[in-house]
């Protein structure tokens, strides 16, 4: 897609941030304990004793090997991502690579030259659809040879050319799908898809229990033998087509443009998902199977479409032109929020960008959209690709659970470009990557609002049964199981990227730059006066052998944890790491907060500039400090570490913490070993 002047200005200033040098700023802090920056990590050997598990992503073994250099490497992510603002398969190249997969099928060439040529022939549309039922091994049926004669008398051409590409892609996509599923019979990838598109709770239901169900065993098989980087391949060139579609259209002349605005409709049954073509007029889209959707014109309402709906349904592509549309499950959902409904929860399927054993994309490119579901999509994947892009308007996206950049086993991602946009979920959303997932929320320009509600609650936490679970806004998530069935798996990648705007963050437990059980998870907010608030397990935190990390570079910011391990927190082998680069900033914090660690933790907070004020309702843990764990066992040798940095401003300090404060050094044994490496302990530096 083409970038407009000012987004080109916005992409070049998200990307120009300076390197930087952490192992300057931490120097002077770490030698009160004969500390070197390169010396703060766990002992890989002690790590691997205590976390067994299975399918950790490249990018979790490489953080986890140099903390403090977490900032050098979330900016090199960033920089990746951010591109997909003009060019969306970007996501899925850079997701792919964070879990481990490399995809980079525009490397040497474009991979859909072929598919474009053909799309550019005499009666493309016909031969693309003649191809489909080719590749399907079915005869076409005299019905659909009218209906390909009406829609090649009433589509306009740019439509049935660009038409006809897709076609193609999703002809070829279908075979890659079909290649990495090989391994896995008939019988297994049918109900591998039951599976994957069950409710959300009825999903983890199946999946839980200290013995291992068939449900279980039947997902441990499919990870073990899908194909990943063929599966992928496929969704890499269906985001391609979706992008050179969009400049395809974008770049039509002022009368085709006009045509565009004009009423026609025309429909092609396949084997695959019905053919929709249409335009200049309000329409209504049912929920049934879709191939592909083009509507160029109206304000339109989706019932259906941009997802897979069934396993032959393996590609689904919705590209809408123009319009303020409404995108909604039905009628009734879409009437009112979700948390407003009662008898709310997860429906079973997948909608509007969510794709099963398969690729979906949902792309929309003016207007101001509703997008309202209790089924897993708006950029999520299960076994798949799925992306669904926003170029412009003031959008609402309400969605219940696995929503708004999520992915299991693939990539999902949402990508919004402008507007002032407002962003609800309960739970596993808005930039949330589950077991080899990938999920990204982009959003590029605008003031927004990111919710994952702390009530009413859906999924009581553990930590606190009166607030929700949410793994959002940068979540990554992992399934333990050392004290079910033994069959634990890493988390995968979560980002939450917001490039501008001033921005509100609300959510329950676990949000805001989160990681569990060998996931990561990411928020990074560029520019803005921010506010965020969480409960516990928030805003650079991490447990269980996780990594958390929440970077802000410019505004005057907010931040406040309710109740514990929040603000660059590391809790259980883990990492957590908040870092804000400017502004004056404010800081209401709990116990475990603010440079806290706990039980072999590392946790790490900076603020480099500002006139901040920090508040604290607990001595616990926090402005740099660790708590003492296993006196007698291995575990006391095992590093902990609590680390503060404010390096500027005339920063404000509660009267509590008498040991912090303006122009101070401290440091805080736990437990002080011969070696500082083998040691617990906290430090903290105002300057």
Same mark, same amino acid.
């Given at each position: 897609?083409?970038?407009?002047?000012?987004?080109?200005?916005?992409?070049?200033?998200?990307?120009?941030?300076?390197?930087?040098?952490?192992?300057?700023?931490?120097?002077? @802090?770490?030698?009160?304990?004969?500390?070197?920056?390169?010396?703060?990590?766990? *002992?890989?050997?002690?790590?691997?004793?205590?976390?067994?598990?299975?399918?950790?992503?490249?990018?979790?073994?490489?953080?986890?090997?140099?903390?403090?250099?977490?900032?050098?490497?979330?900016?090199?992510?960033?920089?990746?991502?951010?591109?997909?603002?003009?060019?969306?398969?970007?996501?899925? $190249?850079?997701?792919?690579?964070?879990?481990?997969?490399?995809?980079?099928?525009?490397?040497?060439?474009?991979?859909?030259?072929?598919?474009?040529?053909?799309?550019?022939?005499?009666?493309?549309? $016909?031969?693309?659809?003649?191809?489909?039922?080719?590749?399907?091994?079915?005869?076409?049926?005299?019905?659909?040879?009218?209906?390909?004669?009406? !829609?090649?008398?009433?589509?306009?051409?740019?439509?049935?050319?660009?038409?006809?590409?897709?076609?193609?892609?999703?002809?070829?996509?279908?075979?890659?799908?079909?290649?990495?599923?090989?391994?896995?019979?008939?019988?297994?990838? /049918?109900?591998?898809?039951?599976?994957?598109?069950?409710?959300?709770?009825?999903?983890?239901?199946?999946?839980?229990?200290?013995?291992?169900?068939?449900?279980?065993?039947?997902? $441990?098989?499919?990870?073990?033998?899908? %194909? +990943?980087?063929?599966?992928?391949?496929?969704?890499?060139?269906?985001? #391609?087509?979706?992008?050179?579609?969009?400049?395809?259209?974008?770049?039509?002349?002022?009368?085709?443009?006009?045509?565009?605005?004009?009423?026609?409709?025309? @429909?092609? *049954?396949?084997?695959?998902?019905?053919?929709?073509?249409?335009?200049?007029?309000?329409?209504?889209?049912?929920?049934?199977?879709?191939?592909?959707?083009?509507?160029?014109?109206?304000?339109?309402?989706?019932?259906?479409?941009?997802?897979?709906? &069934?396993? $032959?349904?393996?590609?689904?592509?919705?590209?809408?032109?123009?319009? %303020?549309?409404?995108?909604? *499950?039905?009628?009734?959902?879409?009437?009112?929020?979700?948390?407003?409904?009662?008898? /709310?929860?997860?429906?079973?399927?997948?909608?509007?960008?969510?794709?099963?054993?398969?690729?979906?994309?949902?792309?929309?490119?003016?207007?101001?959209?509703?997008?309202?579901?209790? !089924?897993?999509?708006?950029?999520?994947?299960?076994?798949?690709?799925?992306?669904?892009?926003? #170029? !412009?308007?003031?959008?609402?996206?309400?969605?219940?659970?696995?929503?708004? =950049?999520?992915?299991?086993?693939?990539?999902? &991602?949402?990508?919004?470009?402008?507007?002032?946009?407002?962003?609800?979920?309960?739970?596993?959303?808005?930039?949330?990557?589950?077991?080899?997932?990938?999920?990204?929320? +982009?959003?590029?320009?605008?003031?927004?609002?990111?919710?994952?509600?702390?009530?009413?609650?859906?999924?009581?936490?553990?930590?606190?049964?009166?607030?929700?679970?949410?793994?959002?806004?940068?979540?990554?998530?992992?399934?333990?199981?050392?004290?079910?069935?033994?069959?634990?798996?890493?988390?995968?990648?979560?980002?939450?990227?917001?490039?501008?705007?001033?921005?509100?963050? @609300?959510?329950?437990?676990?949000?805001? =730059?989160?990681?569990?059980?060998?996931?990561?998870?990411?928020?990074? %907010?560029?520019?803005?006066?921010?506010?965020?608030?969480?409960?516990?397990?928030?805003?650079?935190?991490?447990?269980?052998?996780?990594?958390?990390? +929440?970077?802000?570079?410019?505004?005057?910011?907010?931040?406040?944890?309710?109740?514990?391990?929040?603000?660059?927190?590391?809790?259980?082998?883990?990492?957590?790491?908040?870092?804000?680069?400017?502004?004056?900033?404010?800081?209401?914090?709990?116990?475990?907060?603010?440079?806290?660690?706990?039980?072999?933790?590392?946790?790490?907070?900076?603020?480099? &500039?500002?006139?901040?004020?920090?508040?604290?309702?607990?001595?616990?843990?926090?402005?740099?400090?660790?708590?003492?764990?296993?006196?007698?066992?291995?575990?006391?040798?095992?590093? !902990?570490?609590?680390?503060?940095?404010?390096?500027?401003?005339?920063?404000?300090?509660?009267?509590?913490?008498?040991?912090?404060?303006?122009?101070?050094?401290?440091?805080?044994?736990?437990?002080?070993?011969?070696?500082?490496?083998?040691?617990?302990?906290?430090?903290?530096? *105002?300057?």
């Amino acid at each position: 897609m083409r970038l407009r002047p000012a987004l080109c200005s916005l992409w070049l200033a998200a990307t120009a941030f300076g390197q930087l040098n952490t192992d300057a700023l931490f120097r002077e @802090t770490l030698a009160q304990a004969n500390l070197s920056p390169q010396e703060v990590r766990f *002992d890989l050997r002690l790590f691997d004793y205590f976390f067994r598990t299975q399918d950790t992503t490249p990018l979790f073994e490489m953080l986890l090997r140099d903390p403090l250099r977490l900032p050098y490497y979330a900016e090199r992510l960033r920089n990746s991502l951010v591109g997909a603002v003009g060019r969306p398969v970007a996501a899925v $190249e850079s997701g792919a690579s964070a879990i481990g997969v490399s995809v980079r099928r525009t490397l040497v060439g474009d991979p859909l030259q072929a598919a474009r040529e053909r799309a550019n022939a005499p009666n493309a549309l $016909e031969n693309a659809v003649v191809a489909l039922y080719e590749a399907a091994k079915t005869p076409i049926p005299p019905a659909v040879r009218q209906q390909l004669q009406r !829609a090649q008398r009433d589509a306009p051409e740019t439509v049935q050319r660009e038409a006809a590409f897709l076609i193609y892609v999703a002809i070829d996509a279908r075979r890659w799908r079909d290649a990495a599923l090989r391994d896995l019979t008939p019988d297994e990838q /049918r109900a591998l898809f039951q599976l994957l598109t069950l409710p959300i709770k009825a999903f983890e239901g199946a999946l839980s229990g200290a013995e291992p169900s068939a449900e279980l065993l039947l997902l $441990e098989r499919a990870l073990e033998k899908a %194909d +990943l980087p063929r599966l992928l391949a496929g969704g890499h060139d269906c985001a #391609l087509a979706v992008q050179q579609s969009l400049e395809a259209f974008q770049k039509a002349d002022a009368p085709m443009k006009e045509v565009f605005g004009k009423p026609f409709e025309a @429909t092609i *049954d396949t084997p695959w998902g019905l053919i929709r073509l249409c335009g200049g007029a309000n329409d209504t889209h049912p929920r049934q199977p879709y191939l592909l959707l083009i509507d160029t014109g109206g304000n339109d309402t989706y019932y259906g479409g941009g997802a897979t709906t &069934a396993l $032959e349904n393996a590609v689904s592509l919705l590209l809408d032109l123009a319009g %303020d549309d409404r995108y909604a *499950d039905d009628a009734e959902t879409l009437g009112k929020p979700i948390v407003e409904r009662e008898g /709310r929860g997860g429906k079973a399927g997948m909608a509007f960008g969510g794709a099963a054993l398969g690729y979906a994309v949902l792309a929309d490119l003016a207007g101001d959209e509703v997008y309202r579901t209790q !089924a897993a999509g708006l950029g999520a994947a299960r076994f798949g690709v799925a992306l669904l892009l926003d #170029l !412009a308007g003031n959008d609402t996206y309400d969605g219940y659970a696995f929503v708004q =950049g999520a992915g299991l086993a693939g990539v999902g &991602a949402l990508i919004d470009r402008e507007g002032r946009d407002q962003y609800a979920c309960f739970y596993e959303a808005q930039g949330f990557g589950a077991v080899k997932g990938f999920g990204l929320l +982009l959003d590029a320009l605008g003031d927004e609002t990111y919710t994952a509600h702390p009530t009413p609650v859906e999924f009581p936490s553990p930590q606190t049964a009166e607030r929700n679970v949410s793994m959002a806004q940068g979540a990554g998530y992992g399934r333990r199981a050392d004290y079910s069935d033994g069959r634990s798996w890493a988390g995968g990648v979560g980002v939450l990227i917001d490039v501008q705007g001033s921005d509100r963050y @609300t959510c329950g437990v676990f949000g805001q =730059g989160v990681g569990y059980w060998g996931g990561v998870g990411m928020l990074i %907010d560029l520019q803005g006066d921010d506010g965020r608030e969480g409960t516990w397990y928030v805003q650079g935190a991490a447990a269980h052998f996780a990594i958390g990390y +929440l970077e802000d570079r410019l505004g005057n910011d907010r931040t406040l944890a309710a109740l514990n391990m929040a603000i660059g927190a590391g809790h259980d082998f883990s990492i957590g790491y908040h870092i804000d680069f400017a502004g004056n900033d404010e800081y209401n914090a709990p116990s475990l907060a603010l440079g806290g660690a706990n039980a072999n933790g590392i946790g790490i907070f900076v603020d480099l &500039a500002g006139d901040d004020l920090y508040q604290a309702r607990s001595k616990d843990a926090n402005f740099g400090r660790a708590n003492p764990i296993g006196r007698g066992t291995l575990r006391e040798r095992g590093f !902990a570490l609590g680390l503060f940095l404010d390096a500027g401003g005339n920063d404000s300090y509660p009267p509590s913490v008498e040991f912090a404060g303006n122009g101070r050094n401290w440091i805080v044994w736990a437990i002080q070993n011969e070696r500082p490496t083998e040691s617990q302990l906290g430090m903290g530096t *105002d300057r």
